[in-house]
């Protein structure tokens, strides 16, 4: 049998109320999260129930990304998100197993594609 742990965030944002800096969605802290690290990332509401998971090569990229595009899967919940949890994970495989993992194991809202339960 295989045990996997969930990783702990290596870096955490969330929305701030009113934000006087330029923000995305009222995030203003990107700049936390590592520009050219591999990873996963975790979006929460404020009752701490997880949303969405995603992995990327270079996390703040495709973190942004989500907040932008046109085709993301939360671009119709995207007020919702008030947390950002980010562990940097550098292995691919790795990434792979920890997001299928991650969005079977704490019943992830929005990804629909890598379901199992």
Known sequence: MINITIPKPSVTITKQKNPELSN???FTEFHLIPRD????FMFYNN???LLFVGK???LRQRIKKHFADTVSPIKMHRDEVAKIDVCVIEDPVHREIYETY???ALKSKYNVDKVFF
């Open 37 to 40: 690290k591999g990873g996963i």
């Open 47 to 49: 009752n701490q129930e």
């Open 102 to 104: 991650i969005i079977n």
């Open 56 to 58: 990327a090569r270079k």
């Open 24 to 26: 995305i969605y009222g």
